[in-house]
């Protein structure tokens, strides 16, 4: 008991004796690229495990609740019932994992899965997203607000000019404060990998999050230069493993930001199955944070079943 009480605790011995070698890392990153994705037979149903995993989102300055409406209900069915019948997948309840919107469209999407009778999640992006430069205030009350509102997974992006001082303390008190505002509500923390200039410092902010109670880490609001690359999940998911190995706590991981085509979210697969192992392929441990991504899944399974490419009008998207 009292080994996994002082889990969740900041272990600041632990982050200051962090190195990564970069050389090691981009050698595996270039490995897991270089990987066989999976045989052509097993390829339909690798691409449904991918859609189940994904946050389906829209995060754009002109949402309204006509177009949070349609994300919800391309969240309910994000295949053809057509093409999940001949997979005898029809009647298996395939939805993807959550909607994720902004904080002024969670009453939307509620509303909208709630006349569709599901129960799928709202994940409400929050703390002052993507730069997180707005007071800790602000950052707090959104987080209740969108929890109020029926969010029931709050992504929060942490404090970079923190990270970047090597704050990791006051890092540490902030995330608490989000975790305590999110109550009940999953947290995942997003480390907007790309703003944090080195492997070191972002398998040092990863240790972070998870230390002040992160249910997932996610690599990047979608909004940054550089967002999930293979290196950098690579240092997360290693983060991750040694966090596990040392504490018990299986932390999950969401890569985020520019994944568009099935073919990469086949090597995600194949990148959390080798490094974490099956336990992370699973909806609680893995998502693919993505705004364009189910379209050409969709085409892809299509492709499978039918062995024609879809035109773009006969699979309609939200
Ligand atoms: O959290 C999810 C990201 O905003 C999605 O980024 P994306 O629009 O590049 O797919």
Redesign the pocket.
């Given at each position: 008991f009292f080994y996994f009480s002082m889990s969740r605790v900041l272990d600041l011995e632990w982050i200051s004796k962090v190195r990564v070698n970069t050389h090691s890392v981009l050698m595996r990153a270039q490995h897991i690229q270089g990987q066989k994705i999976p045989n052509k037979q097993w390829q339909a149903a690798w691409l449904l495990k991918a859609v189940t995993c994904i946050?389906l989102?829209t995060?754009n300055g002109d949402d309204t609740p006509s177009n949070v409406h349609r994300l919800c209900l391309k969240a309910i069915q994000p295949v053809q019932h057509d093409l999940l019948r001949k997979m005898n997948m029809h009647n298996k309840g395939v939805t993807t994992a959550a909607v994720?919107v902004y904080p002024s469209r969670v009453a939307d999407a509620v509303m909208s899965l709630k006349a569709a009778n599901s129960s799928l999640p709202v994940a409400s992006?929050a703390t002052g997203f993507p730069a997180g430069q707005t007071p800790l205030e602000t950052r707090l009350k959104e987080v209740c607000m969108a929890v109020a509102d029926g969010a029931t997974e709050i992504?929060i992006v942490i404090n970079r000019t923190l990270a970047l001082q090597g704050q990791w303390e006051a890092m540490y008190d902030e995330i608490c404060q989000f975790r305590r505002a999110c109550g009940d509500a999953f947290m995942k923390t997003i480390l907007a990998v790309g703003e944090l200039g080195t492997f070191t410092n972002v398998y040092k902010a990863s240790l972070v999050a998870m230390m002040a109670g992160s249910d997932f880490i996610?690599t990047?609001?979608?909004?940054e230069a550089v967002?999930a690359t293979y290196p950098i999940a690579i240092v997360m998911v290693r983060a991750i493993r040694d966090y596990y190995l040392r504490t018990g706590f299986k932390v999950g991981f969401k890569p985020?930001?520019?994944?568009?085509t099935a073919q990469e979210s086949l090597l995600w697969l194949t990148l959390i199955k080798e490094e974490l192992g099956n336990d992370w392929l699973c909806p609680h441990l893995f998502r693919l944070?993505?705004?364009?991504?189910l379209a050409d899944i969709e085409r892809q399974i299509y492709h499978h079943i039918t062995g024609k490419y879809a035109a773009y009008h006969e699979l309609p998207m939200a």
């Open positions: 946050d989102t995060l994720c992006v992504d996610k990047s609001t979608g909004k967002n985020a930001g520019g994944i568009r944070g993505a705004s364009s991504l």
